[in-house]
Protein backbone atom coordinates (compact mmCIF):
# COMPACT_ATOMS: atom_id res chain seq x y z
CA UNK A 1 0.00 0.00 0.00
CA UNK A 2 3.29 2.32 0.72
CA UNK A 3 4.29 1.78 -2.77
CA UNK A 4 1.11 2.62 -4.57
CA UNK A 5 1.16 6.04 -2.53
CA UNK A 6 4.44 6.58 -3.20
CA UNK A 7 3.88 5.74 -6.98
CA UNK A 8 0.75 7.88 -7.09
CA UNK A 9 2.40 11.09 -5.55
CA UNK A 10 5.97 10.90 -7.81
CA UNK A 11 3.37 10.45 -10.69
CA UNK A 12 1.52 13.69 -9.59
CA UNK A 13 4.88 15.55 -9.16
CA UNK A 14 5.70 14.54 -12.51
CA UNK A 15 2.94 15.82 -14.13
CA UNK A 16 2.84 19.16 -12.37
CA UNK A 17 6.32 19.73 -13.31
CA UNK A 18 5.24 19.15 -17.12
CA UNK A 19 2.45 21.19 -16.82
CA UNK A 20 4.75 24.12 -15.20
CA UNK A 21 7.19 23.52 -17.90
CA UNK A 22 5.01 23.84 -20.55
CA UNK A 23 3.34 27.12 -18.94
CA UNK A 24 7.06 28.72 -18.00
CA UNK A 25 8.34 27.85 -21.35
CA UNK A 26 5.40 28.65 -23.56
CA UNK A 27 5.22 25.00 -24.23
CA UNK A 28 1.24 23.72 -26.36
CA UNK A 29 -0.99 25.85 -28.28
CA UNK A 30 -0.30 29.37 -28.94
CA UNK A 31 -2.78 32.35 -30.71
CA UNK A 32 -0.44 35.27 -31.78
CA UNK A 33 -2.47 38.53 -33.36
CA UNK A 34 -2.12 37.75 -36.92
CA UNK A 35 -1.59 33.92 -36.53
CA UNK A 36 -3.93 32.17 -39.47
CA UNK A 37 -6.19 30.17 -37.47
CA UNK A 38 -7.79 27.24 -39.39
CA UNK A 39 -11.20 28.16 -38.89
CA UNK A 40 -13.14 31.73 -39.98
CA UNK A 41 -14.22 33.49 -37.83
CA UNK A 42 -18.24 33.86 -37.40
CA UNK A 43 -20.50 37.18 -38.33
CA UNK A 44 -20.86 36.80 -34.01
CA UNK A 45 -17.53 36.24 -32.91
CA UNK A 46 -17.15 39.56 -35.53
CA UNK A 47 -20.26 41.49 -34.28
CA UNK A 48 -18.78 40.76 -30.64
CA UNK A 49 -14.87 41.62 -31.08
CA UNK A 50 -16.28 45.30 -32.64
CA UNK A 51 -18.50 45.46 -29.97
CA UNK A 52 -15.64 44.95 -27.60
CA UNK A 53 -13.34 47.34 -28.91
CA UNK A 54 -12.73 49.96 -26.10
CA UNK A 55 -14.20 53.55 -28.27
CA UNK A 56 -17.28 51.04 -29.44
CA UNK A 57 -17.99 50.52 -26.06
CA UNK A 58 -17.43 54.09 -25.18
CA UNK A 59 -19.98 55.18 -28.29
CA UNK A 60 -22.15 52.49 -26.54
CA UNK A 61 -22.44 54.10 -23.40
CA UNK A 62 -23.75 57.35 -24.79
CA UNK A 63 -27.19 55.64 -25.04
CA UNK A 64 -28.63 55.73 -21.62
CA UNK A 65 -32.03 56.54 -22.74
CA UNK A 66 -34.93 54.35 -22.58
CA UNK A 67 -34.35 50.90 -24.00
CA UNK A 68 -30.69 52.14 -24.80
CA UNK A 69 -31.71 54.88 -26.88
CA UNK A 70 -29.87 58.12 -26.97
CA UNK A 71 -31.06 60.38 -24.89
CA UNK A 72 -30.32 63.31 -27.50
CA UNK A 73 -31.54 61.76 -30.92
CA UNK A 74 -33.97 58.96 -29.49
CA UNK A 75 -32.12 56.76 -32.16
CA UNK A 76 -30.67 53.45 -31.16
CA UNK A 77 -27.39 52.08 -31.52
CA UNK A 78 -26.57 48.71 -34.37
CA UNK A 79 -23.51 47.12 -35.30
CA UNK A 80 -24.02 44.80 -38.44
CA UNK A 81 -22.43 42.78 -41.01
CA UNK A 82 -22.88 45.09 -44.20
CA UNK A 83 -20.83 42.72 -46.49
CA UNK A 84 -18.59 39.69 -46.60
CA UNK A 85 -15.55 39.11 -48.93
CA UNK A 86 -13.18 36.23 -49.23
CA UNK A 87 -10.66 37.53 -47.32
CA UNK A 88 -12.70 39.99 -44.66
CA UNK A 89 -16.01 41.12 -43.21
CA UNK A 90 -16.98 44.94 -43.23
CA UNK A 91 -18.98 45.84 -40.43
CA UNK A 92 -21.04 49.33 -39.86
CA UNK A 93 -21.61 50.69 -36.51
CA UNK A 94 -23.86 53.25 -36.87
CA UNK A 95 -26.87 54.92 -35.17
CA UNK A 96 -30.81 53.78 -36.56
CA UNK A 97 -32.76 57.41 -36.37
CA UNK A 98 -36.40 57.45 -37.52
CA UNK A 99 -35.25 58.64 -40.96
CA UNK A 100 -31.71 57.93 -41.80
CA UNK A 101 -28.49 56.32 -39.90
CA UNK A 102 -25.50 58.51 -38.20
CA UNK A 103 -22.40 56.16 -38.70
CA UNK A 104 -19.69 56.06 -35.98
CA UNK A 105 -17.70 54.13 -38.17
CA UNK A 106 -16.78 51.08 -40.67
CA UNK A 107 -14.21 48.44 -39.37
CA UNK A 108 -13.07 45.39 -41.66
CA UNK A 109 -11.94 42.00 -40.18
CA UNK A 110 -9.61 39.55 -41.34
CA UNK A 111 -11.53 35.74 -41.28
CA UNK A 112 -8.39 34.47 -40.97
CA UNK A 113 -6.38 36.25 -38.61
CA UNK A 114 -9.19 38.49 -36.89
CA UNK A 115 -7.02 41.87 -37.67
CA UNK A 116 -9.06 44.63 -37.10
CA UNK A 117 -8.68 47.53 -38.96
CA UNK A 118 -10.82 51.02 -38.96
CA UNK A 119 -12.42 52.44 -42.62
CA UNK A 120 -11.62 55.98 -41.13
Not at 74 to 88: C, F, L, M, N, V
Not at 94 to 105: G, M
Amino acid sequence: ATCIIITIIVLVIALVGVILAYQYYGLGPRIFKNEVINQEISEKEAIDLIHNLPEVKEWLALFTGPGGTSPITGGRPAIEIDSKSAEEYTIHVYEALSDHTATFNWYSINLKTREIKPIF
